[in-house]
């Protein structure tokens, strides 16, 4: 992990400026192709290779205090790349995980000193930002997001440069600093670990980070706590499990609840089931309920979708629209290995097929006037099937965008568990 997420990219970008390939640039440093390549995806931080590329461009880090701003500057006074601030007093080589800790407690101390206006919300496994978004909408304000992944750290920033995000490993991030300053602890805790697709793996899967939520709760000691995964985690095979996961955080001093929910029922146009628990400090005096489902039938693909696939004027689009007269399947996220963009398996694929849809890919564009045939949906269609707003952008390319999109919480659904949360936080 690197401290500057951004970093990578930047440099990328100063390399394509200045017209060099990765090749051409490993030829003319006496590097690798490969060196270049992975410092600039973020896969490892050598400062001596940032500086030896700086100053081919001639170029030079400006490190400035936490008001100002930290920039790439080149001999061109024209360009100036912006990326992260850097705490007071701090090396910009020094080792990440005492970056993070300084992080954490500056936020901590500025939290401390001026508690914001809103019920306040720490989430980790942040992702693309679907259940902050949704939290955000609900009327939490975030103090910290937590996210591993460098291009989702980007594309919260992106979407809310206001957002405090944390770009590092949760097991290296520590709650103490926010002992009792926390209203809400929330987190998409990964998937994977309790998915068909991941093996059901459990407890024994390197990537189940429940075991970290639940220090977490110990260490913040938040009035709320709310952690959603998929349907899998109530399937028998977790039973002790499960019942182990609830009974901690039970016994950390919360009533807990768990139920699944249908995405359809908040106004989500796709089935989407998500498991969802909801634990509220023993001392908070009002009960939780989770969101009743919204009134009247969900809206359909082709409700949700029909001016998206007119925007190039596709003459076909009202006859497309009779099919695809029904909520969509769940949509699928995959991972890393997985192939290109696709919306799922042979059996998903079937059912996008009945609403006249092409699963076998995603586009980039709607489809031309002339089209024929079923259509493939963009990445921007999926998201809005999702429940995010036609603003939020993710990651360029297609499967990125298509994997952060398709691993999100619906913000309706978030938006809705989190009002409800909020009004039993405020009930006297």
Request: glycine residues 8%; neutral net charge; proline residues 8%.
């Amino acid at each position: 992990m690197t401290y500057f997420p951004y970093l990578g990219t930047e440099l990328a970008r100063l390399r394509e400026k200045n017209g060099l390939s990765p090749h051409a640039l490993a030829q003319q440093l006496g590097l690798r192709e490969v060196t270049i390549l992975n410092l600039e995806d973020g896969k490892f931080f050598k400062p001596d290779i940032v500086e030896q590329i700086l100053a081919y461009f001639k170029c030079r880090l400006a490190v400035e205090p936490l008001q100002d701003t930290n920039t790439i500057q080149c001999a061109d006074a024209s360009v100036a790349y912006k990326y992260d601030t850097l705490l007071p007093g701090m090396d910009i080589w020094c080792d990440p995980r005492k970056q993070q800790k300084a992080l954490v407690e500056e936020t901590a101390r500025k939290l401390s000193e001026s508690k914001p206006a809103k019920p306040t919300c720490l989430e980790i496994c942040a992702g693309a930002g679907g259940q902050a978004l949704g939290l955000e909408m609900a009327g939490f304000e975030h103090v910290a997001l937590v996210e591993y992944e460098s291009e989702y750290c980007e594309a919260l920033r992106r979407n809310r440069p206001e957002w405090n995000v944390i770009c590092g490993d949760v097991k290296d991030f520590s709650g103490k600093p926010f002992e009792g300053k926390i209203d809400l602890l929330a987190g998409g805790v990964p998937c994977p670990p309790f998915s068909k697709a991941g093996k059901q793996l459990g407890r024994e899967d390197e990537r189940d980070l429940f075991p970290e939520a639940i220090r977490l709760i110990s260490e913040i000691k938040p009035k709320a706590v709310m952690l959603e995964n998929v349907r899998g985690f109530l399937d028998p095979v977790f039973k002790d499990y499960r019942e182990s996961i609830l009974s901690q955080i039970s016994e950390l001093g919360y009533k807990v609840t768990i139920k699944l929910l249908h995405s359809s029922d908040y106004g989500v146009p796709q089935l989407r089931p998500r498991v969802v628990i909801v634990g509220i400090r023993n001392d908070i005096q009002g009960t939780f309920n989770y969101p009743e489902q919204l009134a009247g039938d969900p809206p359909t693909v082709a409700s949700t979708l029909l001016d998206l696939m007119k925007a190039n004027g596709w003459r076909g689009a009202d006859a497309w629209a009779k099919t695809a007269s029904k909520i969509a399947p769940t949509v699928v996220g995959g991972s890393k290995k997985h192939g290109g963009p696709d919306l799922g398996p042979a059996r998903a694929r079937k059912a996008w097929a009945e609403l006249g849809i092409d699963g076998m890919g995603v586009a980039s564009e709607p489809p031309a006037p002339d089209f024929v045939g079923q259509p493939k949906l963009t990445p921007r269609m999926i998201a809005r099937i999702q429940g995010f707003p036609d603003e939020w952008s993710f990651a360029p390319g297609k499967t990125k965008s298509c994997r952060m999109i398709g691993n999100a919480f619906p913000p309706p659904v978030a938006k809705a568990v989190g009002i409800q949360i909020l009004n039993t936080l405020e009930a006297k």
